[in-house]
């Protein structure tokens, strides 16, 4: 049985020193951990994309649903998963629900786990 790891708020972008600075903390590795284990899901991984890529910068619940062929509850979850990883945010308007991927949380982990990846 998996190890389960504990609820943190990791809503913020990571922000801590490179993996490859030397050894992390506990806490450290803990909140990257749970980045990545918001990221270990082909659904998220996709939706994500799909949110990148949309030339209005944010999607609707039902099209994202409709996109990697699941039900919105299923889409809701997988979102729940990535906003409490900082990853996404989600604004109501009306009946639907938009989200929009946080690049700068994206930008943060991937400094910490490679501070030369991103230049």
Same mark, same amino acid.
């Given at each position: 049985?998996?190890? #389960?790891?504990?609820?943190?708020?990791?809503?913020?972008?990571?922000?801590?020193?490179?993996?490859?600075?030397?050894?992390?903390?506990?806490?450290?590795?803990?909140?990257?951990?749970?980045?990545?284990?918001?990221?270990?899901?082909?659904? *998220?991984?996709?939706?994500?994309?799909?949110?990148?890529?949309?030339?209005?910068?944010?999607?609707?619940?039902?099209?994202?649903?409709?996109?990697?062929?699941?039900?919105?509850? #299923?889409?809701? $979850?997988?979102?729940?998963?990535? /906003? /409490?990883?900082?990853?996404?945010?989600?604004? *109501? *308007?009306?009946?639907?629900?938009? $989200?929009?991927?946080?690049?700068?949380?994206?930008?943060?982990?991937?400094?910490?786990?490679?501070?030369?990846?991103? /230049?």
């Amino acid at each position: 049985m998996p190890k #389960t790891l504990p609820e943190l708020d990791v809503s913020a972008p990571v922000c801590c020193s490179p993996v490859a600075a030397g050894a992390v903390s506990e806490d450290a590795a803990l909140e990257i951990a749970l980045r990545l284990k918001a990221l270990a899901d082909p659904v *998220r991984v996709r939706l994500l994309s799909l949110m990148i890529s949309s030339t209005a910068g944010e999607e609707c619940s039902s099209n994202l649903a409709a996109a990697v062929g699941l039900a919105e509850s #299923t889409v809701s $979850h997988h979102l729940s998963q990535l /906003r /409490r990883a900082g990853f996404v945010e989600s604004e *109501r *308007r009306g009946m639907n629900v938009y $989200h929009r991927a946080r690049r700068e949380s994206l930008v943060a982990l991937c400094s910490v786990l490679d501070p030369n990846c991103c /230049r």
